[in-house]
């Protein structure tokens, strides 16, 4: 079974500059997460997706950040403008809705100068 | 609201000793528990999880956890480390809603295995 891919894995920017990161979860899994891992620290949640519906985007800075999920399977995770601090690895992952456990791809690791 | 507190940002142990990560939970509603390991530039592995079955719970790579209420923890533990283990560990709690949520995710303990 294929995991949770994600591209690119490497991205250099300068700040007020735009990008995207795309993910295509695990075959079947519904339920799509971003999160996002500053050095040192835990990852933490920026937005759900239950199929192409938000189910959560409480943490999702919404002047800068936006994500879709069109067709419910894809997903691409936008930053612009992008900021010192958004300097950080961005985690896709995805579950089953019958299981409880998420699934994480490799990451996008963003360094924005 | 829920949290998890990893006491111990680097730990390091012996090859063949006791591997030991500590970890404690704060949740309002019986929580799913869940240990990751993070291998440098990759993503999260899921070693093991908790879901209100047995408290003793047995993962991959020869790590358990078990599940104590009455000290709200969930330790992780190897009775052997070899120093293929020497990783990033992440503890993480979610609601206990029947299907997968949120997780929150404590700051990470870094083992190191030495010779």
């Known amino acids: 079974e294929a995991g949770v891919a994600q591209s690119p894995r490497y991205k250099i920017i300068e700040k007020r500059q735009s990008v995207a990161f795309w993910c295509n979860p695990i075959s079947g899994h519904a339920t799509l997460y971003w999160y996002q891992q500053i050095l040192g620290q835990g990852p933490k949640l920026l937005i759900q997706?239950?199929?192409?519906?938000?189910?959560?985007d409480s943490q999702l800075p919404k002047d800068r950040f936006s994500a879709e999920r069109l067709k419910g399977v894809d997903s691409t995770l936008k930053i612009q403008p992008a900021k010192l601090e958004d300097s950080a690895v961005y985690l896709c992952?995805?579950?089953?809705?019958?299981?409880?456990?998420?699934?994480f791809g490799p990451g996008t690791r963003l360094l924005v100068l | 609201a829920q949290s998890v507190t990893q006491l111990g940002s680097h730990v390091s142990v012996s090859e063949g000793a006791l591997v030991l990560l500590r970890c404690n939970y704060s949740?309002?509603?019986?929580?799913?528990l869940f240990w990751y390991v993070q291998y440098p530039n990759q993503g999260l592995q899921l070693l093991l999880k908790y879901t209100s079955a047995a408290t003793l719970v047995k993962g991959i790579n020869g790590f358990e956890a078990e599940f104590k209420k009455s000290e709200t923890s969930f330790h992780l533990t190897k009775p052997s480390a070899h120093m293929s283990d020497a990783a990033e560990y992440f503890c993480?709690?979610?609601?206990?809603?029947?299907?997968?949520?949120?997780?929150?995710f404590g700051t990470g303990t870094r083992l190191q295995v030495t010779l």
């Open positions: 949740s309002s509603v019986p929580p799913y």
């Open positions: 997706f239950q199929n192409n519906g938000v189910v959560d």
């Open positions: 993480a709690v979610s609601l206990n809603t029947g299907t997968a949520s949120k997780l929150t």
């Open positions: 992952a995805s579950s089953d809705p019958k299981g409880v456990a998420q699934y």
